[in-house]
Structures are given as structure tokens and as C-alpha cells.
Nanobody
Framework: QLALVESGGGLVQPGGSLRLSCIVPRFSKDYSEIAWFRQAPGKEREGVSC????????VYVDSVKGRFTISRDDAKNTVYLQMNSLKPEDTAVYYC???????????????????????WGQGTQVIVSS
């Protein structure tokens, strides 16, 4: 009941675009910091981007800066990850995670890794290949 739900993955050619969506459930703490992580076969789960509960602070891993954009629409309980100029190395299962908070803040942290995020979705597969 408290799981997040990702969608929007698929197969795309290099240079193409995808928009991932993450439906965020209602938590007992009213405000959630949301992050996108990805995990490729044989690799650890990697932080891609995060967005603060107020939407004003966004953080990106260096490898996706200038190509990916994270946003949120709280009226729809949804966080998006727009992915442009996709590369084969972007191939992975993409997960969204949440940190519920008592107050709305501009906090957004990727450096702590997946352990900082309390709730997760099941993931959506992104394959970038010609």
C-alpha cells in the first residue's frame, strides 16, 4: 500500500527520449523527497536524480546532467524523469524512492545512497540500444 509505482520504460534507440513517471502514495508524513535510482545488471543501485518536497531543489548525477530533468506535480501525486539524448549506458531498471518528511523542505540528497530512501517501487526497465 505504501509502494511507489513506476512506469514509462521501454526500448529506445540511442539519442531518443523517454519520460518516466512515479506515482507517490500518501504517507503518514505529509511531504516526500523523491529520487530516481537505476540498477544495471551486475552493478549497484545508482542515484540518478532527486527532487525536494517543495520542488525547488533538484540534484543530478554528473553522467545525466544536461540530459535528464526531474519534476513533480503534487496535484497528480506524480514525479517525472524526462530523459533525453539517451545513451546505451543509461540502460538499467529505474526505481523511484521516497523519504517522507514532517515538513516541506528544499532538501534533496543523493550522496547517502539508496539506504536513505525508505520506500520504493518495483522498477521500470529502460533499454537503450540500436
Amino acid at each position: 500500500q505504501l509502494a511507489l509505482v513506476e512506469s514509462g520504460g521501454g526500448l529506445v534507440q540511442p539519442g531518443g527520449s523517454l519520460r518516466l513517471s512515479c506515482i507517490v502514495p500518501r504517507f503518514s508524513k505529509d511531504y516526500s523527497e523523491i529520487a530516481w535510482f537505476r540498477q544495471a545488471p551486475g552493478k549497484e543501485r545508482e542515484g540518478v536524480s532527486c527532487i525536494s518536497s517543495n520542488g525547488q531543489n533538484r540534484v543530478y548525477v554528473d553522467s545525466v546532467k544536461g540530459r535528464f530533468t526531474i519534476s513533480r506535480d503534487d496535484a497528480k501525486n506524480t514525479v517525472y524523469l524526462q530523459m533525453n539524448s539517451l545513451k546505451p549506458e543509461d540502460t538499467a531498471v529505474y526505481y523511484c524512492g521516497a523519504i517522507p518528511r514532517l515538513l516541506q523542505t528544499d532538501l534533496c540528497v543523493l550522496s547517502g545512497g539508496p539506504r536513505e530512501y525508505n520506500y520504493w517501487g518495483q522498477g521500470t526497465q529502460v533499454i537503450v540500444s540500436s
